[in-house]
């Protein structure tokens, strides 16, 4: 998971082939965010969510982790 300046948050497989590990000394934004579609089908697993109010962005990264692996809170 990377946050930016521009308040998108870009989510992936940590064993992703196609994308970066932690802790590399740069990174390719504008690949980052053409690999990371905007919203995309629930079942996508690169996906980008921005963090732009109203209604907080909590809950809508929780429900977008939660559909792709396949989690439910009881």
Same mark, same amino acid.
């Given at each position: 998971?990377?946050?930016?300046?521009?308040?998108?948050?870009? %989510?992936?497989?940590?064993?992703?082939?196609?994308? +970066?590990?932690? *802790?590399?000394?740069? *990174?390719?934004?504008?690949?980052?965010?053409?690999?990371? +579609?905007?919203?995309?089908?629930?079942?996508?697993?690169? %996906?980008?969510?921005?963090?732009? +109010?109203?209604?907080?962005?909590?809950?809508? *990264?929780?429900?977008?982790?939660?559909?792709?692996?396949?989690?439910?809170?009881?």
């Amino acid at each position: 998971m990377e946050m930016n300046k521009t308040g998108s948050t870009l %989510f992936w497989a940590a064993a992703d082939p196609m994308m +970066p590990g932690f *802790y590399q000394s740069e *990174y390719n934004r504008s690949a980052l965010l053409e690999r990371c +579609p905007s919203g995309g089908p629930a079942r996508t697993e690169r %996906f980008r969510l921005t963090h732009v +109010p109203p209604g907080g962005w909590q809950p809508k *990264y929780r429900k977008a982790i939660q559909d792709r692996a396949n989690l439910s809170l009881s």
